[in-house]
């Protein structure tokens, strides 16, 4: 059974720090992996989509790497902004019906 | 592009009702959509995933007549809480999908609707 997990639960650093999100995995057998963001009673956004051939994936501020051999993911974000306080999302989709398992995620806070 | 509206946001209602929450693509085909549960500071939880036009496929633990899905057309899908208990209030979220089985296309997400049941 695929079990991910997210470390740090929670996170607070300063405006303008960059910082390191981890994501692990047991099963290395994945499609891809995706990390989202969830703002308080929200619902998902999508930020990034490995597929299990690559090895990072980038868009804006956001650089995410796989490992998947290791069943290790990183979300590295740059130059953080309190607009970027939420809870990071990681999940891999795998198994035999292919689903979505998530962590349990980060919660970060950005202070001004 | 993509985007994924779930209604309602929020219900509150008695106990013994029974409570539907719509789920609809708005600019792309849902060939694939699921339904998550989740609770406080927890993991969403796949309930069940369903194809257009076929039955869904529910995940273990997850009653199929307490939670009625119908997934019509390739844009709609609705999850019905029948006769709600206390113990069904959460955090519902479906997401959808424009491929199926193995997919390269990432999910997206709706809003989610805080379902309290008194």
């Known amino acids: 059974k695929q079990e991910v997990t997210q470390i740090p639960a929670a996170l607070s650093v300063p405006e303008g720090e960059n910082l390191v999100l981890n994501c692990s995995f047991t099963d290395s057998a994945i499609y891809n992996l995706q990390w989202f963001r969830q703002d308080p009673g929200k619902g998902l956004t999508s930020l990034l989509l490995?597929?299990?051939?690559?090895r990072e994936q980038t868009s804006g501020r956001l650089n995410a790497s796989l490992d998947k051999s290791s069943g290790r993911s990183t979300l590295y974000i740059a130059a953080s902004q309190p607009g970027d306080s939420a809870t990071y999302l990681c999940?891999?989709?795998?198994?035999?019906?292919?689903?979505?398992?998530f962590g349990k995620g980060t919660l970060l806070t950005v202070n001004p | 592009g993509a985007v994924v509206s779930q209604h309602p946001s929020w219900v509150i209602c008695k106990s013994g009702t029974s409570v539907k929450i719509e789920c609809r693509s708005l600019d792309f085909q849902a060939t694939t959509m699921f339904w998550y549960r989740q609770f406080p500071k927890q993991s969403l939880m796949l309930m069940a995933t369903s194809n257009e036009g076929s039955k869904a496929t529910y995940e273990q633990g997850v009653e199929k007549d307490k939670f009625l899905i119908n997934h019509a057309s390739l844009t709609l899908s609705t999850l019905t809480v029948t006769s709600a208990h206390p113990e069904d209030s959460s955090f519902y979220i479906c997401?959808?999908?424009?491929?199926?089985?193995?997919?390269?296309?990432?999910?997206?997400f709706g809003d989610g609707t805080r379902l309290s049941i008194l």
């Open positions: 490995i597929q299990s051939s690559q």
């Open positions: 997401s959808a999908s424009q491929g199926t089985g193995v997919s390269n296309q990432p999910q997206h």
């Open positions: 999940a891999v989709r795998g198994g035999s019906n292919y689903k979505l398992t």
